[in-house]
């Protein structure tokens, strides 16, 4: 623990005299930052300059290994590293689906060959990635994708289509789950493979929400050629990797969410407050009251829970199906916490576009209508309750 | 009471159903969106329907209407319900003509007989910033001029006031803030000086605008109903448009739930149709119970109006605190069901989703009308 | 309409003029009166009076056949004799599940010499019925039932054990479902048979529920021998009468629970007065007001959603699935009343005997724990929302 | 704040469930209870327990405690609710000794000792009829007398009574109705003459009565704490005894839970275990997810009081508010998942569902410490 604190002071030291005065205080959320990228259009100087300064102090993948462009942190000092980063209000300096799922992947699955070419431009910010899964048939049953791989000498040739792939406009690369195996049981005929957004044959196209334009793409692959050497894991052992990738990504989910919650009593009171036209004291609707604390209440137990399930990790417990109740208790609080805001905002929160609204409250109505998806996206929360059912309560009859 | 319907009103329902579906599928509701049309609807197709009678079937006879009565308009706005018709129902049939309706005046006879012909929209301009449902917060004010009044204030919410022909307003002629006394309802010309229409899109793309007067005058023959003693007025109409929105609101929301089980039935996943897993299909059923529940209580609500109107305040909270809650958990749970696709604005959930929201949200939601039920039983 | 205008001024005048003066303003539920059968140890002698003059003028079983007890009225005249009835505030003469339940069941699918037995009977209160149903392995899954009969010369000997069989201990007989074919689809080998509950190896015992004694009672056969006469409909067809008497119970119980709802309202805003201590004005509790506000108004929907069955259903439209959405709603509405009271009379709704507690608070307990049964006898509430997926919703899907 | 266990906290929680189970399985509290005992747990099996130092876990050392801690409390209190004990550690444990620590005084030296050796049983009078977990509002009345006071009024609900070796009640030395100044809490000798205990049976049949008091005279030395000042030593009290409740309420919660799940496994219909129904896993997924989010907040409660007393108020309204809702729902659905037989008294689901909505509806129910949480907010 004395080392730690030691660490700790020296982080604080070295971010103070490295970090450009003007990101102080702009750290928002996990995904608000540098996302980078080919395809980034970021000029600003200072975040440029943070961007490098942290990427050559491996900072930007803390507990990735040195050689791949990592800090090689433990999981303790990274946590003293964040923690410090959040007290001086720092951003992050690269984020992305690179360094949250796909760097932590090919961790784990991928050749020595793999990691050196791409863990190093994640961690640099060089590499934009995003998610290959879903599929208009396969949304749940992610298992019954049907984009065909068929291999041609070293290669592999790609048709199909993808959905939900976020940020597929922006992206360099995908991480794509593809059928290689047509006549085998569901789960054993899928590969992993990255695929080159450049790659002659791929496009995407924006999908638009109820809550209007988003960071949600389609992709399509016609005639697609990607090297083999680009399959992570086995050819039709994709599965295995895929599911892993899943873990990460609740995870993430979960602690986001949760990260997401703080401060949100004091926004929905100050709301209430503004548009009951009561400033201070009790408020005046006692159902709105109860509701905004039912929230807060729910907040604060979905953050002591994240806590506890750390704790538990740094004590060496293996992970286990907590990702999945964060994920339904979180995307739910999520949802109650926007429906409030709505009800808090009454006729002021029926707008589209303006006149008569303010931007924060066409931006709240757009987060309303955006958090219906947050049960759906990320393996929906009926996926998750099959999960637990079947894992935690060991509600599985072979046979039935 | 009855609370079936008999030959004549299950004919009309049938009939303004099959009209909705044939002349106003949901595509032609996005099609006015996509295209930003400067009306938002059809002046037509309204024109057309009050040649079917349906903009005079609550009006009285000797106002050109057909007097039949407030129920056979609720199955008529459930109908509009269910494709999300943008017309200006609510604007000129619920807020307008009742209004008048309830004045039986010389306004009346000035334009309820154009209302039954399709020839005259209404407007109401009564809500405000803060007021919460309350007619009876109303800071626009009437300060008495020579021969008439001048009134300042700003509406909001104003449905369809963009094509009104007529614009009716609530405005404080007497007492402070919040006093029951001291409202009186003023019928002025939307072209009158001082008056300015700022049109505002909401999330359902129906029409309405902030209505702004300064110093817009009006002569003391553009009072309705009596000076000083309008909120009984604005109230009774705006209980009966609770009622007809409570059945707007459970067409919407018994179509969105017709659609969701119909996806249930489609969609595919794991090999079989999603609507053969049990967890699914026992909350397509609650929703179907909870759904029917309301059902009731929004045919009571304009049976009331019509059959016993001392009824009217506490059946129409009642309707419009079942149908609310119900539209909430109907739309949410039938959003959920599509997965993915239910949150694109490609499939037509997600427009069910916003319009009944917005219903859901107007002429107070759940707990105001739970509120304003113990408050009316003394408790 | 005239017609039954007639009915009703006659009806009043003979009611009027027969019914005892000590029955008036007596009238409570609708299984709050005389249940009859030879172990009736009934003594008033304006209740036998009341019987017998009703069951002469044929009103106790006012639809059924003059020539089996009956009245031979008219549903509509019988709905005017009932609502005239609620208007003196007088009590049905007899009451039971002979009555509502196998009665009705026998006048559809009796042979002329059951009717002719158990009608009359039934309609003047001599005969008491319970009902054979549930088993101990057989609860949801009802058609699993393991009694079994075995044919032997005119008679079956039966074998088994029932449980849930209300008032059993003071029933005269039994309808009962058993088993005459095990090697069949277990819905093809049931029989529907009456039981005179004197026959020798037929014994009950009570249950006790969480709620303290109850009307349940365990029902053993053992070795019992019944003629085979007493079988209803075909041997090995009893699934269809079965499910016929089903329907009858499922609408009984929606109609019961609706006319228990009235007043309800009234009953928990005096209770909260009282223990709120706030004898009038706006309730100081403004969560127990809401609820409250939520148990009305779902009251008022129940009722009015009876009252639009009963009037479709008049209109000559067949009976569908509304009695289970009237069990589900009506089930929960009644919990929810209770579970609302215990929470209105706070510490005073813990007790279980006295000192301290007043015996309507104590009933009221019990009445809160004995509710937590009414989601489950009867067809629970997952077998309704089964039905209502099924056959309401078409969600049914052969060969998954 | 560390919320998991450490190696010691964990054999503790598993030495303590591992007796409960062994020595007070639920037949005992059944037996208990049929038998209609006398003292209604077993004064053995408390020394018993004693002398494995449970009862002294969260008292210091300086009054022969082991002074680990609260937590260390709460996990007793959780397996003591996991098979439904009987002994008296609310009374004693939770009130009476939590009352001893935070007064540290003469009478702390008196009874804490004898209480760690349990020796010495507790009883803490302070709810009267319509106080609804607010301990200002006491109407019981000590009237000062020469050298001392004559405490007359009425006592409600009042844990383990019958059995106390010494009861501290609550009652006004001044000041009116729900003043929060002045009450005193007094050290009294159940025998004292003019004190009446009248033994009540509740559903959980745990030992409570009511305790009436008729001119019982006290001196000065009974006063416990300060005089006129002994509602903040009473809320302080009553909050550790509350956190301790939501523990002991999880424990019942979390084994009901468990019972319920291992019933859908075993119980079969249409040749399947239950449990493969799917709409049954939605739900009892649902509740687990519940009760995990419950446990974080009982564990931060009882972690609260040891390391963050200033948190103490917030952290207990949270826990109670939550497990209380939790216990509402597992425990009626787990009734529902038994069918028939959870009703019964011969199966023990039903003990559970009693015992757990007598702790969820003492001690302030879950819209109590709603209410309370927003009042320590501010809003």
């Known amino acids: 623990m004395a080392d730690l604190e030691t660490f700790r002071t020296e982080a604080r030291l070295w971010l103070r005299a490295n970090a450009p005065q003007s990101l102080y205080g702009t750290r928002e959320g996990r995904f608000d930052g540098f996302w980078g990228g080919r395809r980034s259009t970021e000029t600003d100087p200072d975040i440029l300059r943070w961007r490098d300064v942290m990427a050559d102090k491996g900072w930007t993948a803390p507990t990735w290994p040195v050689e791949y462009g990592g800090g090689g942190l433990s999981r303790d000092e990274a946590k003293v590293l964040d923690e410090v980063m959040t007290e001086l209000e720092l951003p992050p300096a690269v984020v992305g689906f690179g360094l949250v799922m796909i760097g932590p992947t090919l961790l784990d699955y991928g050749t020595d060959a793999q990691k050196a070419e791409h863990l190093p431009k994640i961690a640099r910010g060089e590499t934009r990635w995003c998610q290959g899964y879903s599929e208009p048939g396969a949304g749940s049953d992610l298992a019954s994708l049907q984009t065909r791989a068929v291999a041609d000498g070293d290669d592999f040739i790609i048709n199909g289509q993808k959905v939900w792939t976020s940020h597929a406009d922006k992206s360099d690369w995908i991480f794509a789950l593809v059928r290689t195996d ?219 | 009471m009855q609370l079936i319907l008999n030959e004549e009103q299950a004919a009309l329902a049938k009939t303004a159903t099959d009209f909705a579906r044939k002349r106003s599928p949901v595509a032609r509701m996005r099609a006015l969106r996509d295209s930003r049309d400067e009306i938002g609807f059809s002046k037509e197709l309204w024109k057309e329907m009050a040649e ?55 306004h009346s006879a000035r334009w309820l007989p154009e209302v039954c012909t399709g020839d005259a929209l209404l407007a109401l301009a009564w809500d405000e910033r803060g007021a919460r449902n309350r007619a009876n917060r109303c800071a626009t004010r009437a300060v008495a001029v020579d021969g008439g009044f001048r009134i300042s204030g700003c509406k909001e919410s104003v449905l369809d006031a963009h094509t009104a022909d007529r614009i009716f307003v609530s405005a404080r002629t007497g007492g402070q803030d919040s006093d029951p006394d001291g409202i009186t309802v003023f019928s002025v010309d939307p072209a009158a000086a001082g008056l300015t229409i700022e049109r505002q899109t909401r999330i359902d793309h129906r029409n309405c605008a902030r209505v702004l007067f300064e110093d817009v005058r009006v002569s003391t023959d553009d009072v309705v109903g009596t000076l000083d003693s309008g909120l009984s007025l604005l109230e009774g109409t705006l209980d009966r448009a609770t009622a007809g929105t409570a059945a707007e609101l459970f067409g919407t929301t018994d179509e969105a739930f017709e659609i969701a089980v119909a996806y249930l039935k489609e969609r595919k996943q794991f090999g079989v149709p999603i609507g053969s897993f049990q967890a699914l299909q026992h909350r397509a059923s609650r929703l179907f119970i909870e759904l029917k529940l309301a059902e009731s209580a929004v045919i009571a609500a304009a049976k009331a109006v019509d059959d016993a109107p001392d009824n009217v305040p506490a059946q129409v909270s009642l309707a419009k605190a079942r149908i609310s809650d119900a539209a909430i958990h109907v739309c949410n749970e039938a959003v959920q069901f599509h997965g993915g696709v239910g949150i694109t604005d490609e499939y037509d959930i997600g427009l069910y989703l916003k319009r009944a929201r917005v219903a859901e949200l107007s002429f107070g939601d759940a707990a105001h009308h739970r509120d304003r039920w113990a408050t009316l039983k003394g408790y």
Chains 1, 3 share one sequence.
């Open chain 2, 52 to 106: 079917l009678g349906w903009t005079a079937v609550h009006i009285p006879e000797e106002h050109g209407g057909i007097g039949l009565g407030f129920f056979e308009l609720s199955l008529i706005l459930e109908a509009a319900g269910r494709t999300l018709m943008p017309e200006p129902f609510t604007s000129t049939l619920l807020l307008g003509a009742n209004l008048l309706i309830a004045s039986d005046d010389a």
């Open chain 1, 182 to 400: 047509p006549d085998a049981p569901k789960r054993k005929g899928i590969t992993f493979i990255l695929v080159d957004m450049d790659t002659p044959g791929v496009s995407t196209r924006p999908i638009e929400l109820i809550s209007g334009s988003s960071i949600f793409c389609e992709t399509f692959f016609e005639d697609a050629r990607v090297p083999a050497r680009h399959v992570v894991g086995e050819v039709n052992n994709g599965w295995t990797v895929a599911k892993a990738l899943l873990g990460y990504e609740r995870t993430m989910i979960g602690a986001a969410i949760s990260g997401q919650m703080l401060g949100v009593e004091d926004e929905l009171i100050e709301q209430a407050r503004h548009y009951l036209g009561c400033p201070e004291g009790r408020l005046p609707d006692p159902m709105l009251r109860d509701d905004i604390v039912r929230a807060a209440m729910n907040d604060q137990c979905l953050n002591l829970t994240v806590e506890r399930i750390r704790q538990s990790l740094r004590e060496g417990q293996a992970p286990g199906s907590e990702s999945s109740i964060l994920k339904v208790a979180g995307t739910e609080a999520k949802q109650a916490r926007w429906e409030l805001a709505i009800r808090i905002a009454g006729q002021q929160a029926l707008g589209w576009e303006g006149p008569g609204y303010t931007d924060d409250e066409l931006q709240r109505t757009r987060n309303w209508l955006r958090s219906r998806a947050s049960t759906i996206e990320g393996g929906s929360s009926e996926i998750q309750l099959n999960v637990i059912a079947s894992r935690v309560l060991g509600l599985k009859f072979p046979g039935t």
